[in-house]
């Protein structure tokens, strides 16, 4: 099988320029392309990790990649499935998450002997003149067109900076780079992406007369067509402080029946001959393929050893409901007490297994926990501090989420 026909295997291609010659490029070439990403954050984020993914596969098939920082880009913001403008970072912040990104995506990359590159578009886009610009590259950009892209067509009610509205002259201008300093001509990325990928295309075409490509992947979405990776303390993180590992696997141990088979495709390097095999169980069998998706997502993220720790204390608290030191844990000191004792409100705020007061309110209303195996009735309920003394606390959201607490 082709890589190509395995990306569709795995339902992961969305769009492409020209069918036929990217999968020649992907089945028979040795090809250079390039993904980027915006540092954003100091944490690439579940998302982020398909592109890596994909990256690695490509990789691994004797593709060279480049991933394009976005140094220059990152100080503009892309539109791009956002209702509002992107908060504005500094360019200090910006160096800080990149190198953070580096450092993450160093255990799938391998940058030896100019096997893959890691590139920072701030090193032309910063040191532009801005009239030069857009001699060189808003004249082949038609606005009228550019109006029509999904990433600007959805801002217009609310509002859509000049600023932002740049965004696609700079992609563009990246591939166009990339095209001329490294041979690339394959862009791929998320398929919200797309309109800005066409851009770059286009650019190449006009000023070089040279065709290059683009790829677009499938979004990670549930059954419902909503995003996944996110939970109530937000994003699903790569950073393991951000996003424990613990918690990075029982998010995946919990989800939705509907998702298991899609995302083992979408995110494993499981084959897809052993994955057909998890597709045909049926009803509570599923949770074993649940935990193997959890078992290898922990384990490509966070290494073997804690994908095993991981495993073990999810079987032993779904076993007995008991405490082990590798669940997510929150330390309380004596000022969390007001007289004595702390409400069960509190505690589901301060662990984030509630994001507000409110919601923790209507989770006790409704049944839907318990501390220490006790379920929890009253919106007012509070626990004595002599509770703590000496041992953990175990407070159960639903039938999947637990929590450790411990008093120093």
Partial sequence: MGLYQEFIDRGLIAQCTNEEAVKDLLDNQKTVFYIGFDPTADSLHIGHFIQMKIMAHMQMAGHTPIALFGGGTGMIGDPSGKSDMRKMLTKETIAHNIECFKKQMAKFIDTSDQKAYFVNNGDWLLSLNYIDFLREVGVHFSVNKMLTAECYKSRMENGLTFLEFNYMLMQGYDFYRLFKDYHCVLEMGGDDQWSNILGGVQLV????????????????????????????????????????????????????????????????????????????????????????????????????????????????????????????????????????????????????????????????????????????????????????????????????????????
């Fill in 205 to 408: 075409r006009r000023k070089e007369g040279k065709e290059v490509y683009g790829l677009t992947f499938n979004l990670l979405l549930n059954s419902e067509g909503k995003k996944m990776g996110k939970t109530e303390k937000g994003a699903v993180w790569l950073d393991p402080e951000k996003t424990p590992p613990y918690e990075f696997f029982q998010y995946w141990r919990n989800i939705d029946d509907a998702d298991v088979i899609k995302c083992m495709k979408m995110l494993t390097f499981l084959p897809l001959s052993e994955i057909e095999k998890y597709a045909a169980l049926q009803g509570s069998e599923i949770n074993q393929a649940k935990e193997v998706l959890a078992y290898e997502l922990t384990k490509l993220i966070h290494g073997e050893e804690e994908a095993e720790k991981a495993l073990a204390a999810a079987r032993t608290v779904f076993a007995a409901g008991s405490v082990t030191e590798d669940m997510p844990t929150t330390e309380l000191s004596a000022e969390d007490f007001t007289d004595g004792s702390i409400s069960v409100v509190d505690l589901l705020v301060k662990s984030r297994l509630a994001p507000s007061k409110g919601e923790a309110r209507r989770l006790i209303q409704q049944g839907g926990i318990t501390v220490n195996g006790e379920k929890i009735l009253e919106i007012d309920k509070k626990i004595e501090a002599a509770l703590f003394a000496g041992k953990d606390v175990l407070v159960k959201k639903g039938k999947k989420s637990f929590h450790r607490f411990i008093c120093l």
